[in-house]
């Protein structure tokens, strides 16, 4: 990794306007933004995502904005009594409530919470594209940013992260991805872009721990920088680890409540990840301060050595968290729920399920990973394709893994690829009457576009007649979940109580009625949800006992909903079958003669009291 990658481009004053960064950046964020609105608010009826998270983090935002305290997680509505501890970060929280309050100036508080859902992910598609411009920028001038600012606009509009309405943390996480690789591809080493990168991973962390994997590698690859290149990376890599360690730290107070500071856990910022990246932070920084390292190998060494040290501290602080974070799943859970999670597959899961999907996901982070070995073999700044050939492959592996890591390997592989067009399209203007440069350069272009691989896909399993761009970003309302303004208008007539229904419908039960609901997709609510399936696996006399434990007080039957379909094929003599079959069981009272908005909703009426306690 000796030497500049690329020596950077020129600027100047007499720069072309468009071709400065921030001109650049606006008029992409621009375009993109009005087809995003074009493309989603003409036809809406929902200013807020389809997703459940997008729903959930609505009403967590409302509690906050009602006086629930900062480091006050519980959502008391949800799951069995006493709610559920959610591991969602309020750093996430704040700047929506925040646009909420602002646009509660002069709109009313449903009109407030649609325009914050519309704007909030709008903005971020500019603080998205800002560091992949920067980035194409840095790797080879104008015609790279122009190219990557290009390919990241289609991003935007074909992930629904970006899409109006989503509040969903995976779009910020997204963002912070991508100011870290921009940084740690900064051709001079300037010690400021790695202390951009060092406050991005520690944010990264704290927003969610989905994006471990992806800051450790970074880590990694800045601390072999240092040990490759030695005293010229000096003070690059201890900006890093000094930033870095601030940072998380700063985020640790600013998010973990002084009770639970000793705490473990492995889905959020907590005592685990704290420490063991402050300490990787500050390890990095204290051993790139020894002048006298100046042998590669003993470099090497003293990296290993702090290596070793950072994995015996993993496996005495955080053991549990070494493996699968959803590995303490009860096996029912696993069976009816998480099989079902279409952002939890893997790679073989959805061969399974939707094979004309993989390349969507897959394809692009591929291409994206050889063009970068092939850079590499040929000598061609092989340390900048290595860095981003490793920063590449962490987000695709996640991917193979669980679907949701390919969001990051689609991203990230904008760079590489924008690079070989420029190459490609610099060797068609060469020989324009090369029918093989100009067919290479097409080819190029659109394999480096996810969405071009899904179209075929689709296109080649169901015709053109089959085409959802929805279907690319894994995301949004499931066909067959149930639920509209008529049940929830329904359900709002009666006193607040706790309604069972699918986990699919939990967050909009909780969103638009004043109902504790039993269940929703959240692994941290497996009480809740391991109830409902219960109650729904059971035959009907037995379920009655589970309806009563749980409190339940309006059962939300939904016979169209994919998990309830799952549940019926399981167990045909349960208590969902039997109600898809017209059997009513004495203890559930019928509010409608028909389904309202897919639901037949029953009130549970016990047919015989509870026994005395004790």
């Known amino acids: 990794m000796a030497g500049n990658p690329i020596a950077p481009p020129s600027i100047d004053d007499r720069e072309p306007f468009f071709s400065r960064l921030l001109p650049a950046v606006s008029i992409y964020w621009l375009c993109v933004t009005l087809l995003c609105l074009v493309a989603t608010l003409p036809g809406a009826t929902d200013l807020i995502g389809p997703d459940n998270d997008d729903s959930m983090r609505l009403v967590e935002v409302r509690d906050f904005l009602a006086g629930q305290g900062w480091f006050d997680l519980m959502q008391h509505r949800l799951g069995l009594a006493g709610g559920t501890l959610m591991h969602w970060s309020r750093f996430i929280d704040l700047p929506i409530a925040t646009l909420i309050r602002f646009f509660s100036l002069f709109l009313d508080r449903s009109a407030a919470e649609g325009a914050a859902a519309v704007t909030w992910p709008l903005i971020l598609g500019w603080f998205l594209l800002l560091p992949l411009g920067l980035a194409g920028r840095r790797l080879g001038g104008t015609s790279i940013m122009h190219i990557a600012l290009g390919l990241g606009a289609i991003f935007i509009f074909t992930c629904l992260k970006f ?152 496996v005495v602080i955080a053991p549990e968290c070494l493996g699968d974070p959803l590995g303490n799943l009860d096996p029912l859970l696993v069976e009816f729920w998480l099989r079902g999670v279409i952002e939890a597959r893997s790679i073989f899961g959805e061969l399974k399920y939707a094979p004309e999907m993989v390349g969507g996901f897959y394809a692009a982070g591929l291409f994206s990973l ?20 490793a920063l590449i492959a962490a987000a695709w592996g996640v991917a193979l893994i669980q679907i949701r890591g390919a969001f990051f390997a689609n991203l990230l592989s904008i760079l590489p690829l924008s690079l070989l067009i420029a190459d490609l399209r610099q060797a068609m ?38 085409l959802d761009l929805n279907a690319l970003s894994t995301s949004g309302a499931e066909a067959g979940e149930c639920g509209g303004p008529e049940s929830m208008a329904l359900l709002n007539t009666l006193p607040p109580g706790v309604i069972a229904a699918p986990s699919n419908s939990g967050a909009d039960l909780l969103r638009f009625t004043a109902h504790r609901a039993l269940s929703a997709p959240y692994h941290r609510n497996q009480g809740g949800m391991l109830t409902e399936l219960h109650i729904s696996l059971a035959e009907p006399d037995e379920a009655e006992a589970f309806l009563r434990g749980a409190g339940v007080t309006v059962l939300a039957f939904c016979r169209t909903d994919p998990q309830a379909l799952t549940i019926m094929h399981a167990k045909p003599d349960g208590l969902y079958a039997a109600l898809a079959h017209g059997k009513v069981p004495p203890f559930l009272k019928p509010m409608t003669e028909k389904p309202v908005d897919g639901f037949m909703l029953y009130r549970f009426v016990p047919e015989t009291a509870p026994a005395p306690a004790g």
């Not at 324009?432 to 399993?461: I, R």
Request: with cysteine.
């Open 429 to 466: 203007r060469s020989d324009p009457k090369s029918t093989k440069a100009a067919l290479t350069y097409v080819v190029a272009v659109l394999a480096a576009v996810p969405a071009v691989w899904g179209v075929g896909g689709m296109v080649a399993k169901d015709g053109f007649g089959g």
């Open 370 to 389: 050889l063009v970068c070995l092939g850079r590499v073999f040929r000598g061609n700044c092989p340390g900048l394709y290595l860095i981003l050939f």
């Open 163 to 314: 899409r109006p309405g989503a509040l969903d943390h995976h779009n910020v996480q997204l963002v912070l991805t991508m100011w870290i690789a921009a940084m740690l591809v900064d051709p001079e080493r300037k010690p400021w872009s790695y202390v951009v990168a060092g406050i991005a991973a520690a944010l990264a962390i704290a927003v969610g721990a989905e994006t471990m994997p992806f800051v450790a590698v970074a880590c990694i690859c800045v601390a072999v920088q240092w040990a490759w290149i030695g005293q010229k990376f000096d003070r690059a890599a201890r900006a890093f680890g000094l930033s870095l360690a601030l940072a998380v730290s700063a985020a640790f107070v600013a998010t973990v409540p002084p009770s639970s500071y000793a705490v473990v856990t492995c889905d959020n910022l907590s005592f685990g990840f704290y420490s063991l990246s402050s300490l990787g932070g500050a390890g990095l920084f204290l051993v790139t301060g020894f002048s006298g390292l100046k042998s590669r190998l003993l470099r090497f060494l003293v990296l290993g050595g702090v290596g070793v040290l950072l994995a015996v501290a993993a």
